[in-house]
């Protein structure tokens, strides 16, 4: 189906704000009124994933921003936070199955894996930069780039 990121986003972000024992953080969906053509399940579960790991990762009252917007013949999605940060060797392995950077029980280490998997199956590919912030060290930012169609 073709839909808006825009919409997708405020979705996830409705879903997590249902969780109340989770870090109280303020979502921003920046995005504008791009259309993507896909699997608006799929994407929605890339970001509820994704916004919730940056949830984990932020202080209380920490701010996530979500924008996107079109660029060629792709949809640009970066997921923003100022959270803890990735470290460069952690970076090279997120995206596999079964690692988790969080304490035992908190993540099973499926969730960017599972969201690497749908991006493939969009035909698009996803990126990490962390830290976004050199001075403290925190921050990180993911690029998801998406064909408007497929």
Request: proline share 3%.
């Amino acid at each position: 189906s073709i839909f808006t990121v825009k919409q997708c986003v405020d979705e996830a972000i409705k879903l997590l704000s249902l969780d109340n024992d989770a870090t109280a953080v303020r979502f921003d969906n920046c995005c504008d009124n791009s259309e993507v053509l896909g699997d608006y399940q799929g994407l929605l579960q890339v970001f509820v994933n994704m916004l919730s790991n940056a949830r984990d990762a932020s202080q209380t009252d920490g701010y996530i921003s979500i924008d996107c917007h079109t660029e060629n013949d792709q949809v640009i999605i970066k997921v923003c936070d100022a959270g803890h940060g990735i470290n460069s060797q952690q970076q090279e392995q997120i995206f596999e199955p079964f690692f988790t950077t969080k304490e035992p029980g908190k993540g099973t280490g499926l969730g960017l894996a599972l969201v690497f998997s749908i991006i493939e199956n969009h035909q698009g590919h996803i990126s990490v930069r962390s830290p976004i912030n050199i001075d403290s060290n925190s921050g990180t930012e993911f690029s998801i780039h998406l064909p408007i169609t497929h």
